[in-house]
């Protein structure tokens, strides 16, 4: 039977209320006291990280008999707003966890594959990393130098890896890699690397403006050995997982924009019915009430948008068109709302003593991040301007 989208409602479910109010109380209880301190250190929260993943919130999209929650996206996009609106950078970090590299396994290894590294990660004994990106191919994910060549039953991986989420911290590594270069992308292959490979060398950790509590960090492969049965599918066909694998991660990566505004609309709101100037409370100036206004049509807008993609990933519908408008629209009014937010707080909102500061430095990784704006705008375009079926 064909599936429409005829049934799809933005109303949660009673499961999906209790999934939001818990993580929304873990966010408020756990995370918010300390997240000014996480994000001047960069320390990993790997306490927060393990709680979280006693909660079922590191094995979201992967079934049960694999330690998993077996959770769908539109549960993965409330979880991932939740935590977002309090610290985006323990949002990033557990939607990279579970969208990339645990999913990619998820999603594409075999049974024996899925036995041997999923319990891990589900549970947050081991974190996942996912090594796409390099120096050379970064909008251009197909342009990568990563070279994978098999010998004696073993691959030989030689190459370098840019801006890898939890390259630092994470113990269980996808990495994309070629296997056979006069085959363009049809020869990019996909592995699964544990740290202590020999031959695999954490690089420099970035020093960076937001989403500072989220690692990040170069890795390189020295004639790194990978057992041959770490291939994740065949030869040729990591590619085409990757691009899978994003368009599931951009549903993320908009959830985590709405929930990154929706944090500054909270924190706007809340200062503009306590601050006075001019004898009254700033929130009675229409100039800031059409602020808060737009902020929240925003965040209503981009969320219909992001629960559309995901209820079309969950049932199986091609969704790469509407992932893409989701995190291109999702992302550019979280930038906006950050703006508007400092705007609100005046000289307060340029010091780190209130969130919207953070909110404001965590923002533009959105942007940026599992495909840049310009690059949903190809993906988008393209749809549209392709020959009718």
């Known amino acids: 039977m064909e599936v429409g989208l005829n049934s799809f409602s933005p109303d949660l479910s009673e499961n999906q209320l209790i999934i939001k109010n818990t993580v929304r109380d873990f966010a408020e209880k756990s995370i918010r006291p300390i997240v000014m301190q996480f994000d001047e250190s960069q320390e990993f929260p790997m306490k927060i ?38 610290d985006p950078s323990i949002a990033l970090s557990v939607a990279a966890h579970n969208g990339l590299g645990t999913n990619h396994i998820n999603k ?14 589900t ?3 081991k974190i996942a990393a996912w090594g796409l990106t390099e120096s050379y191919s970064g909008s251009d994910a197909s342009g990568l130098k990563t070279t994978a060549a098999k010998k004696d039953g073993i691959y030989i991986l030689n190459g370098s890896k840019m801006f890898c989420t939890h390259g630092t911290v994470g113990k269980t590594v996808v990495v994309m890699a070629i296997t056979n270069k006069d085959k363009g992308k049809k020869g990019i292959s996909a ?5 202590d490979f020999e031959g695999f060398i954490v690089g420099k950790k970035e020093n960076k403006l937001g989403m500072r509590a989220s690692d990040t960090t170069q890795l390189t492969f020295d004639n790194c050995k990978v057992p041959a ?8 066909e990591g590619f085409i997982q990757a691009m899978k694998v994003l ?7 908009a959830a985590l924009s709405i929930g990154l505004a929706q944090g500054c609309l909270d924190a706007a709101l809340k200062y503009s019915n306590e601050r006075k100037q001019f004898g009254t409370y700033i929130s009675s100036f229409q100039a800031i009430q059409f602020k808060l206004a737009e902020m929240k049509t925003n965040i209503e807008a981009a969320r219909l948008l ?11 519908i091609p969704n790469t068109k509407e992932a893409a408008e989701a995190k291109l629209f999702a992302s550019e009014i979280a930038e906006k709302a950050a703006n508007e937010a400092v705007q609100i707080f005046g000289g307060y909102g340029f010091i780190k ?8 430095r965590d923002v533009k990784l959105l942007t940026i991040g599992e495909g840049t704006s310009e690059v949903q705008r190809m993906v988008i375009a393209r749809d549209l301007l392709k020959e009718p079926q």
């Open 247 to 253: 368009e599931g991660g951009r549903i993320s990566i």
């Open 108 to 121: 594409f290894g075999n049974e024996s594959q899925k036995k041997k590294y999923l319990p891990d990660l």
């Open 306 to 316: 992001n629960f559309k993609a995901a209820y079309m990933k969950d049932n199986g």
């Open 353 to 360: 003593d209130f969130p919207v500061e953070k909110f404001y």
């Open 49 to 86: 990280m393990k709680q979280l993943g006693e909660l079922g919130f590191l094995g979201i999209l992967v079934p049960e008999e694999y330690g998993g929650s077996g959770l769908s996206y539109i549960d993965f996009s409330i979880i991932i707003e939740e935590l977002a609106r309090v």
């Open 191 to 195: 592995f699964i690397l544990e740290k």
């Open 123 to 125: 549970s947050g004994n």
């Open 229 to 236: 049965e770490n291939l994740l599918g065949i030869e040729g």
